[in-house]
């Protein structure tokens, strides 16, 4: 009841509104997630309309996650198990928030319970639940396939069995359709957490952070508890073992991510279901953590709850707003300001699919986000833009560019500067492709660049006609930053797609070390879109 409460008082977080807008186009697969997300938002949606029933779902997994734990641990004090998992703060957060970890926190729990039983008995029917508990893991978000990878470590003679690997077989039938989905969309999500997303130079603040968050993700005050007794507790049989590699192996698999840049906190999240059902065992049996954990239990509660209500409404010093951006009705407003200040324009977001996504939804006018090269690409590079008829409307364009801005307006979150296009024009669904996926230079060497482009063919928009002709650009990175962007001598003509080839040259940075280029297009004042992937510029000594 107190999830719900607080489901339908607490305004969408700018994610949440992301996945939402991933619900009005249901699909097998989304650029940064799979697809579970919007299924499970979709039917509340339509049930309610509004911030419940976008959350609804959520809600009921939470319920059924907390049974299906209390099945696992099998607790021999009810009491006790109740207050450790309402003493663990990510449940009363992740637990109405329409966010694709809880999701994958629930999966994990029905992979679990399915493993457990295929263990006992590998029959037809035990190997087909586990396998559709793997499929919709795998549904919920990619970390599940770590899961599934730490379970089989755990027990190599797996790979051995016959029914392994009809489990196996299962599986992949059944999440056939989003590989197909990735596929048919050039493996968007792949190239993008695997490939795309570089990492910045290290620093040790990002392991500190790492090791400090991780005891608070799983508390605040009862994690380190939980965490002693998971290290402390055996794994006496298969499926001990499996919990024990998991929990373990999410843990050092991200710590050794941190030494290659930011670790996100949830990350992680999976490893709180061995956690929970390993350590529970040491807590119960320890008189004196049982005390603490009981009697910390109202500290807990009061934390939870003065966070609770400042989701609802943000009682901090108006000069904290902006760097929260979370608690009280903030959104809502920026919404309205925004709306009210630029009248019946379209709103175009420059790199932030968020804002596009949540303006949106309290503003009930279509928005998206155009995604330049000094952002990254998301759903909205997947999705058709041009359904927004934007071409022959006035377009406001929020940006972070005051150098381009129009006018702007105040919010309570932050300071919106727009550009007015009477006729938006970006070419993002340009694609242009070197020769080559990677490049060896000597210190400002120029480099010549022979591509191929392509347009998407319902794409009618004629080069030539329009006023402000297309240039092509290049780009330099070093790691995730941008270097510099400049524009070439090159100019997009109708010609230059038809041929389907072209040629830029620039020359290579000075230091040696490994960069990145990409190539794209610039309309008018707009700043380029991206139209290619970044590919591997190595400037030797």
């Not at 009363?92 to 729990?109: E, K, M, Q, R, V």
């Not at 470590?153 to 690997?165: D, M, P, Q, Y």
Request: proline share 5%; charged share 15%.
């Amino acid at each position: 009841m107190v999830s719900v409460i607080q489901a339908v008082f607490t305004d969408l977080l700018p994610d949440e509104a992301y996945y939402w807008k991933y619900q009005t186009q249901l699909a097998w697969g989304y650029f940064d997630h799979p697809p579970m997300i919007a299924w499970l938002i979709k039917p509340g949606y339509w049930l309610f309309g509004n911030e419940l029933g976008i959350r609804l779902l959520i809600i009921l997994l939470t319920l059924i996650l907390i049974y299906l734990l209390e099945r696992l641990i099998k607790p021999n004090n009810l009491t006790l198990f109740y207050i450790l998992i309402s003493s663990v703060a990510i449940f009363h957060f992740i637990g109405f928030l329409a966010l694709p970890d809880l999701p994958l926190l629930f999966f994990t729990a029905t992979f679990f319970i399915a493993y457990k039983l295929y263990l006992v008995n590998d029959n037809f029917k035990n190997s087909a639940l586990l396998a559709l508990a793997i499929a919709l893991l795998l549904y919920s978000k990619y970390h599940g396939i770590l899961v599934v990878f730490f379970t089989v470590l755990s027990n190599i003679k797996l790979l051995k069995k016959r029914s392994f690997w009809v489990v196996t077989a299962i599986s992949l039938l059944l999440y056939l359709p989003h590989i197909l989905w990735q596929y048919q969309h050039d493996w968007v999500s792949l190239r993008f957490h695997l490939v795309e997303r570089r990492y910045n130079d290290y620093l040790p603040i990002y392991t500190l952070e790492y090791l400090f968050s991780q005891p608070l993700i799983s508390g605040p005050l009862v994690g380190i508890p939980l965490i002693w007794f998971f290290i402390k507790s055996s794994a006496k049989d298969n499926f001990n073992r499996a919990l024990k590699f998991t929990g373990t192996g999410f843990y050092i698999f991200f710590f050794i991510s941190s030494f290659k840049g930011h670790v996100e906190a949830n990350w992680t999240f999976p490893a709180l279901i061995p956690l929970l059902i390993l350590g529970y065992g040491g807590i119960e049996k320890s008189g004196k953590t049982t005390r603490f954990i009981v009697r910390s239990f109202p500290i807990t509660l009061i934390l939870i709850f003065i966070l609770r209500i400042y989701l609802i409404h943000d009682f901090l010093p108006k000069g904290w707003i902006a760097a929260s951006e979370v608690g009280g009705q903030h959104w809502r407003a920026w919404a309205k300001d925004i709306k009210t200040h630029v009248g019946n324009k379209i709103v175009v977001f420059a790199n932030s699919y968020q804002r596009a996504s949540i303006y949106e939804y309290y503003s009930g006018d279509p928005s998206f986000s155009i995604n330049n090269v000094w952002g990254r690409n998301n759903q909205f590079s997947v999705w058709d833009i041009t359904k927004n008829n934007c071409w022959e409307n006035e377009v406001a364009l929020a940006h972070g560019f005051p150098v381009l801005k129009d006018d702007s307006v105040l919010t309570e979150i932050e300071t919106v500067y727009f550009n007015y296009q009477h006729r938006f024009i970006i070419l993002p669904f340009i694609k242009i492709i070197p020769d080559q996926d990677s490049y060896e230079v000597k210190p400002g060497e120029e480099l010549v660049i022979n591509f191929t482009i392509l347009k998407k063919d319902h794409e009618n928009i004629m080069i030539d006609a329009l006023q402000v002709k297309p240039n092509i650009t290049y780009e330099i990175y070093a790691h995730d930053y941008l270097m510099k962007s400049t524009s070439t001598n090159q100019k997009l003509t109708d010609k230059l797609i038809k041929t389907g080839n072209g040629k830029i040259s620039f020359r290579a940075p000075e230091k040696p070390d490994t960069y990145y280029f990409s190539i794209s297009i610039q309309t008018g004042v707009n700043p380029p879109t991206i139209n290619s992937y970044k590919y591997k510029l190595v400037v030797e000594q």
